[in-house]
């Protein structure tokens, strides 16, 4: 599992509508939202190929003018271990 954060920077009349289409991308959570309109997004994908590909959709956005992926931590999937008692 793959977990990054990305920054993005708005043109300020599109803060909202720009905010309205990052939680319809699925992986994507709006974090936080500065006063000036900085946009901090978090996505959650299965691998490297899957974040690459939300980051460059966010990055295409209509009303950017810049996003930039700040952290990227990759994450081996816990072992789930059963113990059954007789």
């Keep these: 599992m793959n977990l990054s954060s990305v920054v993005v ?3 300020p009349q599109h803060v909202e509508s720009l905010i309205g289409a990052l939680t319809t991308i699925a992986g994507v959570e709006v974090a936080a939202v500065s006063p000036e309109g900085k946009i ?3 996505i959650e994908a299965d691998g490297d190929r ?3 590909q939300t980051y460059e959709l ?3 956005m209509d009303g950017l003018m810049s996003a930039s992926m700040v952290y990227h ?3 081996d999937e816990p072992e789930v271990v ?3 008692e007789a």
Excluded: D, G, L, M
Aim: hydrophobic fraction near 40%; charge should be negative; aromatic fraction near 0%.
């Design 73 to 75: 931590q990759k994450e």
């Design 50 to 52: 899957e974040t690459i």
């Design 58 to 60: 966010i990055s295409q």
């Design 82 to 84: 059963i113990s059954v």
């Design 40 to 42: 901090i997004a978090t």
């Design 9 to 11: 920077i708005p043109h």
